[in-house]
C-alpha cells in the first residue's frame, strides 16, 4: 500500500491544505481507476486521525481500494458563515484536484463518502446533498446536528455556541431545519425528487455520547416505506471512540460492497 502525504494550496480555502491518500499498489496499472472511499474525520480532530488511530490503511490494502482522508477543521463539513467553505473544498475542489493526480475513479458507484462523529454527519451532509456521486455513507456514531445539537444549545459552553455561530452564522439555532444543513430535509429532497439514494451504513455505540441523536436517525429511516436507502442501522455495545469505530470500519467496507481481496 502506498500512502501519500499531500500538500498543496486549496483556492476554495485560501490556505495550504494537508491530506492522506492511501493507494493499493500494483505491478501494472489496473485497467479500471480506483474505487475510492473519502473519509471524514470528527469534531477536533484532523486528516492524520484514520492513519493513527485505526487500521484503514490495512483495510483498504486487503480490499484493493483507495481511502482519501482530507482535513475538514471544525467546520462541521459546511461553507462556514463566517469562515472557509469546507463543503466546497471537499465536494467540488478536492476531487476534480485528485482525480487529476491520481487513477481515482469518477463513476458513482465507484465513490463512497463515511466518517465517524461530525464526520459521520459531514458524510450523509455530503451524500445526501449530491446522491447522484455516491453509491453509499457510512456513519459511525453520527446524528442530524441541527436537530441534537439546537435543543443543547442553552447547555453548551459559550466556546461550542460562538463555534456554531461561526459555521452556521444567524441559522443557529433556531433556524436550520429544513437548511442545506439538515440531513431530514436532505433526505425528504432526495424522496420528493426521486434522485438516486445512497446505501446507508449506520452504527453507534449504546453508551455513546451521540446515542439520543443516531436513536432519532435511525427511526426516521425506518419508518421510511420500502427502505429505499437499503438502510443498515444497528446499536452496539461501545462507547464514543476509536476504538469502536475502528471494530466496525470492516463491518461499513463489507456493507459497502467492497470485499478483501487476495493481497
Not at 30 to 56: C, S
Not at 102 to 118: A, I, M, Q, T, Y
Request: hydrophobic share 40%; net charge negative; proline share 6%.
Amino acid at each position: 500500500m502506498a500512502l501519500i502525504h499531500l500538500s498543496y494550496f486549496s483556492p476554495a480555502l485560501t490556505k495550504n491544505m494537508q491530506l492522506y491518500v492511501a493507494l493499493p499498489e500494483f505491478d501494472h496499472l489496473p485497467a479500471e481507476k480506483l474505487k475510492t472511499v473519502w473519509m471524514l474525520h470528527g469534531y477536533t480532530g484532523d486528516y492524520t486521525d484514520w492513519q493513527r488511530l485505526t487500521g484503514m490503511e490495512r483495510y483498504a490494502m486487503q480490499r484493493r481500494i483507495a481511502v482519501v482522508m482530507p482535513d475538514g477543521a471544525n467546520s462541521f463539513y459546511a461553507d462556514m458563515a463566517y469562515g472557509p467553505a469546507y463543503f466546497t473544498y471537499l465536494t467540488q475542489e478536492l476531487p476534480t484536484y485528485l482525480r487529476k493526480l491520481l487513477p481515482l475513479s469518477e463513476k458513482r458507484e465507484d465513490n463512497f463518502v463515511g466518517g465517524l462523529s461530525s464526520g459521520g454527519y459531514g458524510a450523509m451532509k455530503i451524500g445526501l446533498t449530491y446522491p447522484e456521486r455516491y453509491a453509499a455513507i457510512g456513519c459511525l456514531s453520527a446524528y442530524n446536528i441541527p436537530e441534537d445539537f439546537s435543543w443543547q444549545a442553552p447547555d453548551k459552553p459559550e466556546s461550542w455556541k460562538r463555534m456554531f455561530s461561526l459555521v452556521y452564522g444567524d441559522l443557529f439555532p433556531d433556524h436550520m431545519m429544513g437548511s442545506e444543513h439538515d440531513l431530514y430535509h436532505l433526505i425528504d429532497v432526495i424522496n420528493e425528487k426521486g434522485l438516486p439514494r445512497p446505501t446507508v451504513f449506520h452504527i453507534w455505540g449504546d453508551a455513546d455520547v451521540a446515542k439520543r441523536g443516531a436513536r432519532m436517525m435511525n427511526k426516521y429511516f425506518l419508518e421510511m416505506k420500502g427502505d429505499p436507502f437499503h438502510y443498515f442501522g444497528k446499536e452496539y455495545p461501545g462507547v464514543h471512540y476509536f476504538d469502536f469505530w475502528d471494530a466496525h470500519l470492516e463491518e461499513m467496507l463489507d456493507y459497502f460492497g467492497l470485499p478483501r481481496q487476495d493481497v
